[in-house]
């Protein structure tokens, strides 16, 4: 028998018993760990899920927060596949206990959605109660300002039905659902009253409205204490059910429980007894192999160590014929081979010492080198990869065919794609439909030139959206001289040219603001003349009828012009805003409603309750919200509807370049579904005197755009023909609300004669002012300067009739203007009165002409009711 059988015979026994163990073992222990895995998964999925249930539960029952309906119903639907999972194992003794929790889970889940929907209800008549009492209050508050006297009884009896209705719904007291019935039975009873003496239908129809609205909160009251009652019963229904299925639950993870012991204490006793059977054959199988093949091996053990310890010239005797008999016939002649190629060794080593020692260190100097260059390399190749990949400007190398081999994080960030999105990619899709061409013919110039090339392209990005792109291409050639790619170098300027054009706009728009302002002015002076003049001719008693009529048309007709040269003050750089802190839902509410009134066009306001207050003038940005509604209803003749939305923008959250980073804004989105604007027109918009419409001025979208940087806001216009136009304002935000306001003072007219000086550069206005005064009794002095009036003044101030009223015009082309005039009469007469006068209405002088020393402000032009008020201001104020 050869040594390799005896040692097959050894292993497979050895094998085979192993395997037979380890299959017993894996196999029992395998099924017992699964089944309680799953058991003991199963528990804490079950408990976890029964309390996140009945957490839901609760707080959906205390907030009637519908997101924890939801949130309960999902965990339901958890349950339930948790315990379907269970139920797919295919163990028969536990089928019907799932299939029992199953339909009760299914019947719990049932009678939940009934309580969630009874919940919805009950929050529906809760917001039906709140609807109807604040009718009740608001026809109530009606009634009485018709001076009925059972209104004040009807008023107390609802303030003592609300106080019950809120007693109720905090405490659910009997007592207090009695006195919300009681009160509106009460209610009832006293509109009764009232329909019965009344004495007008007016009176007698708001009373009919209480009692309707009090009815129907009465029916609505009534529905809820029933259903409040229902939804009691069903939460102690759905708790019983709870703790019933928690309990079933429970017993089936015990059954499995104790099934899964069962079974590991049976496997247990089997592996443990195939274990000891294998045990003992190994035992007898090792000794009987070990004396076939021990002894042999003993004795080449013994000869090796002799040899190893020197002794070449043992050998080993083994009689068996098998292979290791073989092998001990191999060992005698290795051994005599080794004492022969032991002294050819020894001759050689020395020689070979040498040698090695030559080459290691040739080896260690070649070694050195390489690795200097190739840190060098590295370290060039890393300083290159940085500089490209923190460059500001976007990289891109590109083949011959056009396609992308590397491109650094910059050129990611403009076009939107990764590097591996990037790798292979066309140059073609990086630009819009259509430019294909233009693109080949560039490349084909690039790559047949030496020198780089310089474009700007309009360029597409990932998400579709076009952007606007300076470029440099350069080819790039091998040492050879052989075209091998072009290098890119783009830059993303979009938002740039977009600044530009914002920056331009406005210097455009302000030169002819200097121009406008100038011309209004003038106008103005003007006007003052012709409706002064036109005013004072309507006094005479004995003009024709006919007459009057044309001076009246002519008087209207300088009032709309007097409108105009407002416009154009706005828009003039002189007409700068008053602001104050201002709540925008009113102003856009109102001036939208105001311009879109009667028309076929309606308008949807999103403004939230906690916009902020912004820092404006309230009558220009009124003006503003008009301009663009009154031009959404004009690209809409067929009708539509015009969205107005407004949010709050804290600082650097809002992408737009313009924005002061530090500083807060309110946004306001005015969208309409017009015709659109085209795009060759978009850009013409804000200019003065731009108009499609035959019967436009031209102005409405200068003015505004004049406002709107006035108040250090900005405005932007996205429009698409055939869709529509949309326009986005960001305005500063105020810091706090607004205060109240200081109430008029009483105006005090007094009959006398005074001794008023008039400063004008402008001969008419003279002449007007001082028929208007003469004809209101009044002694007047013209002055055309301010040196003339403050020495006139003075000469005045000193002798036994001083000047009793100066009205001063603001602005005096060459001269002392009425700001520095005041200041020089101050000086003069602490107690002087002034009227300042000028025809730049929006002046901050003119706006707030008491810290400015002047008593009263009258704008040109003005007729002769205007500036009597402005006198009898004067008068009644106080001078310190």
């Not at 907030?63 to 948790?82: E, F, G, P, R, V």
Request: with cysteine; aromatic share 6%; glycine share 6%.
């Amino acid at each position: 028998m050869s040594f390799r059988f005896k040692l097959g015979i050894a292993f497979c026994s050895v094998l085979i018993l192993t395997i037979t163990v380890a299959l017993t073992s894996w196999w029992g222990m395998e099924t017992a760990l699964q089944r309680q895995k799953t058991i003991f998964s199963f528990s804490i999925d079950v408990d976890r899920l029964l309390n996140t249930l009945s957490h839901h539960e609760h707080t959906f029952n205390s907030s009637q927060d519908m997101a924890h309906a939801i949130a309960a119903t999902d965990t339901l639907k958890q349950l339930t596949t948790t315990i379907e999972g269970v139920r797919q194992q295919p163990r028969q003794e536990q089928e019907q206990r799932v299939v029992k929790i199953l339909d009760d889970l299914g019947q719990y889940r049932t009678d939940f959605t009934r309580f969630s929907g009874q919940m919805i209800g009950m929050e529906t008549m809760k917001s039906r109660m709140i609807q109807e009492s604040d009718r009740l209050l608001s026809h109530t508050r009606n009634l009485a300002e018709e001076g009925s006297s059972i209104a004040t009884d009807i008023l107390q009896q609802i303030s003592r039905m609300l106080q019950a209705e809120k007693d109720y719904m905090l405490f659910s007291t009997t007592t207090a659902a009695h006195t919300v019935i009681e009160t509106v039975t009460v209610i009832q009873n006293l509109t009764k009253q009232v329909m019965s003496r009344a004495e007008g239908d007016a009176e007698r129809l708001k009373a009919f409205r209480i009692s309707k609205v009090a009815a129907i909160y009465q029916v609505i009251f009534a529905d809820y204490l029933k259903g409040r009652q229902n939804l009691q019963e069903m939460i102690n229904h759905m708790h019983s059910m709870q703790e019933a299925l928690a309990g079933e639950l429970r017993n089936f993870v015990d059954l499995e429980q104790t099934e899964a012991q069962n079974q590991v204490r049976s496997l247990k006793t089997l592996t443990i007894a195939v274990s000891m059977s294998a045990v003992f054959l190994a035992i007898i199988t090792t000794i009987v192999v070990a004396t076939w093949i021990t002894r042999p091996l003993e004795q080449l053990k013994n000869s090796a160590t002799a040899i190893l310890n020197g002794d070449l010239t043992t050998t080993v005797s083994i009689q068996s014929h098998d292979e290791i008999g073989q092998l001990g016939i191999i060992f005698n002649e290795m051994t005599s081979q080794l004492r022969k190629s032991f002294d050819d060794i020894h001759e050689y080593r020395e020689h070979l010492e040498e040698l090695v020692a030559k080459r290691t260190l040739e080896l260690q100097k070649e070694v050195a080198e390489r690795r200097a260059a190739e840190h060098a390399i590295r370290a060039g190749e890393e300083r290159l990869r940085t500089i490209i990949d923190q460059s500001p400007m976007g990289i891109i190398l590109w083949d011959t065919s056009f396609r992308v081999m590397q491109w650094n994080n910059a050129a990611g960030k403009i076009f939107g794609y990764s590097d591996t999105e990037a790798l292979g990619m066309t140059g073609e899709r990086l630009v819009p439909e259509g430019m294909e061409p233009h693109i080949k013919l560039i490349w084909g110039e690039l790559i047949s030139s030496k020198d780089g090339i310089r474009s700007h392209n309009d360029n597409i990005c990932k998400d579709g959206h076009l952007i606007q792109c300076d470029w440099f291409n350069t080819p790039i050639s091998d040492a050879s001289g052989i075209l091998i790619g072009a290098l890119s170098l783009v830059e993303n300027v979009t938002e740039r040219l977009r600044i530009e054009k914002e920056l331009l706009k406005i210097q455009k728009l302000e030169s002819t603001g200097i121009l406008a302002g100038g011309l209004a002015h003038d106008f103005n002076n003007i006007l003052t003349a012709i409706l002064g003049n036109i005013n004072l001719s309507l006094l005479d008693q004995t003009l024709s009828q006919g007459t009057r009529k044309l001076l009246a048309s002519a008087e209207n007709a300088s009032l709309r012009a007097k409108d105009l040269t407002q416009q154009l003050l706005t828009f003039a750089k002189g007409g700068e805003p008053i602001k104050e802190s201002t709540s925008l839902s009113e102003v856009i509410e109102d001036s939208a409603t105001f311009v879109l009134h009667g028309g076929n066009v309606s308008c949807a306001c999103r403004l939230p309750e906690n916009l902020w207050h912004a820092l404006v003038d309230r009558g220009q940005i009124s003006q503003v919200i008009q301009n663009i509604v009154l031009n959404s209803r004009h690209a809409m003749p067929n009708g539509g509807t015009v969205e107005i939305a407004c949010s709050n923008v804290l600082p650097a959250e809002d992408a737009f370049a313009l924005l002061d980073p530090k500083s807060k804004y309110v946004k306001i989105r005015i969208k309409d579904t017009g015709i659109g604007i085209p795009a060759t027109l978009l850009d013409k918009i804000f200019d003065p005197y731009f108009t499609t419409k035959q019967e436009g001025s031209g102005l409405g979208l200068a003015i505004t755009l004049s406002i709107i940087n006035k108040h250090k806001g900005h405005i932007l216009v996205n429009s698409e023909t055939g869709k529509g136009t949309e326009f986005t304002i960001y305005l500063p935000a105020a810091d706090s609300p607004p205060g109240q306001k200081a109430e008029d003072p009483q105006m005090a007219t007094q009959d006398r004669h005074l001794q008023v000086l008039v400063m004008d550069d402008d001969e008419t206005v003279q002449m007007v002012l001082q028929a208007m005064l003469t004809i209101l009794g009044h002694q007047v002095f013209l002055t055309s300067n301010g040196s003339d009036a403050i020495s006139l003044y003075r000469q005045r101030f000193h002798s036994p009739k001083p000047l009793d009223l100066v009205i001063i015009d603001l602005t005096v082309p060459g001269g002392l203007g009425g700001k520095e005039t005041m200041t020089e009469l101050q000086k003069i007469d602490k107690r002087v009165r002034a009227i300042v006068s000028s025809g730049y209405s929006n002046d901050p002088v003119m706006a707030s002409y008491q810290q400015y020393g002047f008593a009263a402000a009258v704008t040109k032009p003005f007729i002769l009711g205007e500036l009597t008020k402005a006198i009898e201001t004067s008068l009644a104020c106080t001078v310190i």
